[in-house]
């Protein structure tokens, strides 16, 4: 039995997380309601909000992800009611890279330890400066330049620190099986590509991670990583926590094999650990950043509820039809044979004309719209949304 999805002209939109302004401005308020207490939203926007115990209601149609990550949204059980989850490649990307390079530089000077140690001194009064002199021995720090950058995930944030870090005089070598053609237009030359995880390890005197956080990723850093790597190496982590093993990372630390761990999501365990930067998941948190994840987040949205186009989704392909204005089936099915047959055949039983139409699949599922060229009879609507709903492996449809 497939899910009762069917377009209101005014869509109410749920927010989880702070949402910049200039993002939710896009929701035109004839069209758009924003509710923040709806228990039936037809669209959710979010940022960290962890999703994986919340009621979707039974209006949901999608969800867009004002940033990268997706893995605090069950997008596996979007996939399969048939709701697009939608988030913004690229768009905080400028933030985190200049984060982590700050980090990187900031760390390596000891400027965290060596500027909370400053503040120590609030009370020594005329002695301060004296202090300071005697006391800036204990924070010698080492130079980048001439030093191996290790950069594991080279997308849009992996390949902006790469390059970057070339302009900083580093070596830099990366490592990315997946990497896509558009980045690899973007990445200099010049970084050097490394043929395994290993090789990284082996090379770099810093390493920096920027993958997503998956089952094939999770605890990607552990105690066989660690002992690859050259002694006091420095860990970047401004990807997610479940990437590295907490436990190995502490040994690591503790031995010293691993000289400074710097990590955007600190928690119980890693603020236990020694020689450590731990920063409060600032990586995307700019007004700029803030502001492009918002924009891009609500138009991606706002397209899809009002035409059915997809762009950027994690779960379903990017599809585009241009939007005539006359009437649009939209259905989420099982990839399949014979689908779009059993949906042409179901519209031809209404004696309807088809204008256009588009199918698209990834992995299991697919997407297929169809554009209705006679003006339809408002009656029909149900009966045909029925009968296509009826169809065997039919997820969702959508009557646009
Ligand atoms: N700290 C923050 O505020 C912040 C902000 C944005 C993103 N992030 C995190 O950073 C991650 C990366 O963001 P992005 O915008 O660069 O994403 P992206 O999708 O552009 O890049 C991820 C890259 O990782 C590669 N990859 C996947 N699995 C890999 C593996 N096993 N080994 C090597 N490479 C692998 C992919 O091919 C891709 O090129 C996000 O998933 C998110 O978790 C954190
Ligand atoms: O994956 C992301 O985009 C980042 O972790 C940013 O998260 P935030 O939007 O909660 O700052």
């Known amino acids: 039995m497939s899910n009762t999805i069917t ?37 959710i926007v979010v940022r960290s909000f962890n999703m994986h115990a919340v009621d979707f209601g039974d209006k949901l149609k999608a969800i867009a992800r004002a940033g990268a990550g997706v893995n605090n949204i069950p997008v596996d059980k979007c996939t399969e009611r048939g709701i697009v989850v939608f988030n913004t490649p690229g768009a905080n990307a400028n933030a985190v890279k200049e984060l982590v390079l700050t980090s990187l530089i900031a760390s390596s ?24 002199e005697a006391g800036k021995k204990n924070f010698v720090g080492k130079e980048i330049k001439g030093k191996t950058l290790g950069v594991i995930g080279l997308g849009a944030i992996g390949a902006l620190v790469a390059n970057n870090a070339l302009h900083l005089d580093m070596d830099v070598i990366g490592f990315d099986p997946f990497i896509s053609v558009d980045t690899a237009w973007k990445l200099s030359r010049n970084v050097q590509r490394a043929m395994s995880m290993e090789e990284v390890f082996a090379n770099a005197d810093y390493i ?79 007004n700029e950043s803030e502001e492009n994840c918002a924009i891009m987040a609500a138009r991606q949205l706002k397209e899809y509820l009002e035409t059915g186009n ?28 014979n689908m779009v047959g059993q949906i042409t055949s179901a519209i031809s039983d209404f004696n309807l004309n088809i204008a256009d139409m588009v199918n698209r699949s990834r992995g299991e599922y697919a997407y297929t719209m169809i554009d209705i060229d006679n003006k339809i009879n408002g009656d029909i609507i149900p009966s045909l949304e029925k009968k296509i709903k009826q169809i065997a492996d039919m997820v969702a449809v959508r009557m646009i």
């Open 7 to 43: 377009l209101k002209k005014a869509a109410t939109i749920k927010t989880l997380n702070n949402i910049a302004a200039s993002g939710m401005n896009v929701f035109d308020k004839e069209n758009y309601t924003i509710d923040n207490e709806s228990d039936h939203p037809d669209a």
């Open 109 to 132: 000077r000891n400027l965290f330890d060596g500027v909370s140690w400053v503040k120590t001194l609030e009370n020594e009064g005329d002695r301060i400066a004296k202090l300071v």
């Open 208 to 286: 920096t991670v920027h993958v997503p956080l998956t089952d094939d990723t999770n605890q990607m850093l552990h105690e066989e990583a660690f002992r690859l790597m050259k002694p006091g190496v420095y860990i970047l982590n401004f990807s997610r926590d479940g990437l590295v093993n907490d436990a190995d990372m502490a040994a690591a630390l503790e031995s010293g094999k691993v000289g400074k761990y710097i990590t955007d999501f600190p928690n119980e365990q890693v603020l236990n650990m020694k020689n450590t930067v731990l920063i409060p998941h600032l990586g995307a948190s700019t």
């Open 310 to 337: 997809i762009k950027n989704s994690v779960n379903f392909p990017n599809v585009e039809l241009p939007y005539a204005g006359k009437n649009r089936v939209a259905a989420f099915h099982k990839n399949v044979p």
